[in-house]
Each structure stands twice: as structure tokens, then as C-alpha cells.
């Protein structure tokens, strides 16, 4: 399949496009350095230097023989969106210089991603939102204008749903009211900025499939931790980005980080914040059967991309424990809480439909953490303990 993956330089997008190229697909990436950008201008910590995405391409193509087109611009930019489709723009890297047409499958990570980023202050949520918004209502567009038998994967998250007392279904909810039924998007109340963005983001989806008849997968994901994909053993460069900092870090990411170097791990309040996780391969699992299986014309599947839930008390729990057996002398440190959420709360959300396609989990267990203290220790000196958290708060 011809494939386009908007967002392709980011922690899930350059793992994404190995992966499809590696199975035969013809793979165009698109970013413009947004997040290695804010990394900059935020001073946030990088574990190890990724060469650029036109270097990442040249290095997959020199080990593999697989091309991985590279295209460079702001998908926020309604007329740089449109030429994805077609064909006025050029490659920044590519054997093959020839625009290859319509994209049977995009996969949009396209985003800002950070929570806590779009709240540090008024300028930074601007940034979410023009962003966020403006690259979801181009897509939608373009693919109506363009390409609408193309099945739209768009990446969003559990924390839309934030936590309430019932259990959270995957996306939709029937509803009974004065002896009538329907069925509507399953109620959403979002904890940051960014989770609003990904709301809007289904709304606008959901407009597109209501209206045009568009094809649209929405993957509602929870945090991802990892480093290594089965790509990216062929090359150490070809490792994905890994951030430990509290802006753009995951929480078992930032805590294996913190343990390594000796930093208190950083539980926000009580730690009875439930959520659900998963591996980097499963975000790749699930992406691929969401392709296989994609969306219907005028359909929006909705899954819940998670496979298993934890508080963060259990995550520092596990993570001392592991550490610990390494000869790491890891301490557990309940911090004030910098956001505003709910510290102990009921949290059961359905996620058996990933599954149901197809994806077998990658479990967190003390053997799968303490692979990644092995990687993450191998970088220890490029850590910086001044940046891991610095109190972004949500008031």
C-alpha cells in the first residue's frame, strides 16, 4: 500500500514508518521538526542525539534497501497539506524523485503531544491549539477534496474521557432517555488543553464521516513507553526519539530515567492516578491491524488503545523493584501534585477490540523493565538531572 505518515519524525511516527516499510509498503514521511524544536526552546532532555529525518531515511535505505520518502513543512498550512495530494511539492529525500499519488492509508501523528506543554502558559496553548486543530481540519479536507476513499488512522488518547464513575466504552455509548435509544460519542471531559484538542479533533473527524462519508480509524492511546522497535535493532541510529523530561517524557520512561541517576521518583500526590499503558511494539501492533482493518465508507471506529491499567504508585512500585535488583538504590518521592486531576478515582476502561484484531500485548512485568534499565543505561552520562522536572502547573 501507498502510505503517508504525518507526524513521521516524532516518538510513534519514525518507529511507524520502519515498520510498514520494512513490510513492503511504499512509505512517505511528513513532519516539520516540531517537537525536536520545543525540545530547544524548552531545554528539555534528550537521552541520546537522533540524526535528522533526511539522515534517518539515508541510514534505512543504506541497511535495508527501503526507501522511506521525506517530505519537510508545516501540515498547519492549508496549501502544503493539500499538495500532499496532489503532487506540487518535492521530496527533501527520496530514490525515487516521483510523486507516487493518492495514499491508500494516513496515519496522523501530526501534533503537539504534551500535556503539560499546553498549559505552562497562554502562548503555549495558542500553539496547541492552532496547531492541533488546523492539521486535523486540513487533513479532513484534503482527503474529501482529494482522496475520499482513503482510510484516515488518526492517533488520539484515553485522557479524553478523563475519569468518570462509570465504566468508559470503547468511544461510543448507547443511551436511553425517555423510553427512546441512540447511540453518541461517549461522554468527554478532558484534563489539559491538549486532551481538549484531541476531543475537537474527533468532532471534526466525526463531522467529516457525517457529512462526506469519510473512512476514519480513531485510536484513543494511553501513555507509551519504550525505546526499541524490531526496526530499530538493525542500527542504534535508527532509534527513536526518548524524552525523560515532565513535558514530553511518559511515566515509566521518566522513571526508569530517574532511577538510573539516582532522582527521587517523582509520584504526583497520592499516586492513586489509575491509567492505561502500552508498549511501543503494540502502538505499532495496533496501528498495522487498524490498516488491515480499516473503517468502512461513513464509519468512525473508535478502539481504546491500551492493554493493561496501573496507578502511578504501582508503575514507582515496579520500578523500584527492578531497580533495586540492579544495584540501584531507587527512592520513592510523593511531590505536590503540579496538575489538576482527580488522585483517587474508579477507572474501567473497556479495550478488548485491538485484541479482537488481532494484537497480542507486550505486558509490563519486572523482565520487560529491566530490558529497558539495560538500554536507558547504556546513554547515562548524556542525563541531565536539571531538567527532569521543573513544576509545570495546571493553575
Known sequence: MSILILGGDGYLGWPTAMHFSSRGHDVTVVDNYFRRN????????????VPTLIER???????????????????????????????NFNYQWAV???FTGIPETIIHYAEQPSAPYSVMDYKHADITLINNLRVTNN???????YSPETHIIKLGTMGVYGTP??????GWLEVEHKGRKDKF???????????????????LEWFGVRMWDLRITDLMQGPVYGIETEESLIDDRLKTLFNYDEIFGTIVNRFIVQSIVGY?????????????????????????????????K????????????????ELAELTQKVGNKLDFNVQIDHIENPRKEAEEHYYNPAYQGLQDIGVTPHLLDEASMEKMFKVVEQHKNNIRKDVIFKGVKWG
Not at 531545554?43 to 541520546?48: A, P
Not at 531515511?57 to 543504506?62: F, G, M, N, P, Y
Not at 487533513?139 to 477534496?145: E, Q
Not at 460519542?185 to 468532532?203: C, G, V
Request: charged share 25%; aromatic share 8%; with cysteine.
Open 38 to 49: 520545543a525540545c530547544t526552546e524548552l531545554d528539555t532532555g534528550m537521552l541520546y542525539p
Open 96 to 98: 525515487n524523485n516521483t
Open 185 to 203: 460519542l461517549f461522554p468527554r471531559q478532558a484534563s489539559s488543553l491538549y486532551h481538549t484538542t484531541k476531543i475537537m479533533d474527533t468532532d
Open 139 to 145: 487533513l479532513v479536507w484534503a482527503v474529501r477534496d
Open 298 to 313: 461513513g464509519e468512525l471506529k473508535i478502539y481504546n488503545q491500551i492493554m493493561e491499567t496501573f496507578t502511578a504508585n
Open 57 to 87: 531515511a539515508k541510514i534505512w535505505h543504506e541497511k535495508t534497501g527501503k526507501e522511506i520518502k521525506v517530505v519537510i513543512g508545516d501540515l498547519s498550512e492549508p496549501e502544503f497539506m493539500r499538495s500532499l495530494f496532489t503532487g
Open 165 to 170: 464513575n462509570i465504566d468508559i466504552e470503547e
Open 264 to 296: 527521587p521518583l517523582t509520584v504526583y500526590g497520592q499516586g492513586g492516578q489509575t491509567r492505561g499503558y502500552l508498549n511501543i511494539k503494540d502502538t505499532l501492533q495496533c496501528i498495522e491491524a487498524s490498516q488491515k482493518h480499516p473503517a468502512k
